[in-house]
């Protein structure tokens, strides 16, 4: 175990445009959006420390340097905070260490492949992670930090120690559904591990291999980023990096993970309702009155 590089690097793709939170995101990049108090990169950020990932690389646009200032020390408000005797603790999860945060262009809205192809120079020849900010991810309760249990990319980070090369994180959907999302080839399966034997982007219900979706977090190889170099446009018009992952299979280890917790799909107005709900309720200094507050509303 001890030759497999860890995992030291994490991609963000923060360059989207929000444009279905509308007017909210017109001058506050969606990722700032807060599930209760706190924005959706920070649980991704949170997510990635507590797998033990020390840089944080964020693929970012015109108009997101809010995301980078969020993870600044500021310092009006830390001494305003500071003179009037009020807990600093509360801003912990927003420090970070110097040269941690780094953030590169993605000039032009290409796809997802794309983006993460723009961080190939600091990820260079190391396996890094990739987390998607609008998929929010609670562990299940148990061990663990955080809003809830084990995080999902902790939990992948323990099966790449196990099984190295390239992973995915996976959850099973109603087959109805798969079409909006990366689905796996499914082979042989140990406990949360299934080995991938294929990748299809978004197929339709009657293709589809399974319905395992791949739910916003992986851990790649760094071959990964040649193989995007010279992709072609993919499902969408956009370089797709589900394509890239499928022409890797075979060459190098891949599996997939089956995240034990619950997936919030925070792109859309619903989803991100859901979630604020879910982890509101769940919250030791609201969850009552929150419950009392939706009692009375369904009423």
């Known amino acids: 175990m001890s030759e497999r590089k860890p995992i030291r690097k994490a991609v963000f793709p923060v360059a989207g445009l929000g ?9 506050i990049p969606k990722e700032l959006l807060p599930i209760v108090d706190r924005p959706l990169i920070q649980y991704a950020v949170d997510e990635a420390r507590e797998a033990g990932i020390e840089q944080m690389i964020f693929v970012t646009g015109r108009g997101k340097s809010a995301i980078v200032e969020h993870f600044d020390v500021a310092y009006e408000l830390e001494s305003t905070m500071a003179e009037r005797g009020k807990d600093l603790s509360i801003l912990d999860p927003t420090r970070a260490t110097p040269g941690d945060i780094i953030t590169v262009r993605q000039q032009v809205p290409l796809g997802l492949g794309h983006a ?26 148990g061990e663990g930090a955080g809003t809830g249990g084990t995080g999902c990319m902790k939990q992948m980070v323990e099966a790449y120690e196990d099984v190295g090369g390239n992973l995915v994180s996976v959850l099973e959907v109603p087959r109805e559904d798969v079409s909006s999302y990366g689905v796996i080839t499914p082979g ?7 080995e991938v034997r294929g990748l299809v ?15 916003g977090r992986y851990i790649l190889q760094p071959e990964v980023m040649r193989t995007l170099e010279g992709q072609e446009k993919g499902a969408g018009g956009e370089i797709q990096l589900t394509d890239a992952m499928a022409r890797m299979i075979g060459t190098q280890p891949f599996h997939a993970v089956t995240f034990n917790g619950r997936r919030f799909d925070c792109g859309s107005k619903t989803g991100f309702v859901e979630a604020t709900l879910a982890l509101a309720l769940e919250r030791e200094d609201m969850g009552e009155e929150v419950r009392a507050m939706a009692e009375r509303l369904l009423g």
């Not at 042989?188 to 299934?194: D, K, N, P, Q």
């Open 116 to 141: 993460i192809w723009c961080a190939r120079a600091i990820v260079g020849d190391e396996p890094f992670a990739i987390l998607l900010p609008d998929e929010l991810m609670v562990g299940n309760r």
């Open 188 to 194: 042989e399966s140990r406990g949360a591990l299934t």
């Open 201 to 215: 982007e978004k197929p339709p219900v009657e293709q589809a291999p399974s319905n395992k979706i791949v739910s």
């Open 19 to 27: 444009t279905r939170f509308l007017p909210a995101t017109k001058a």
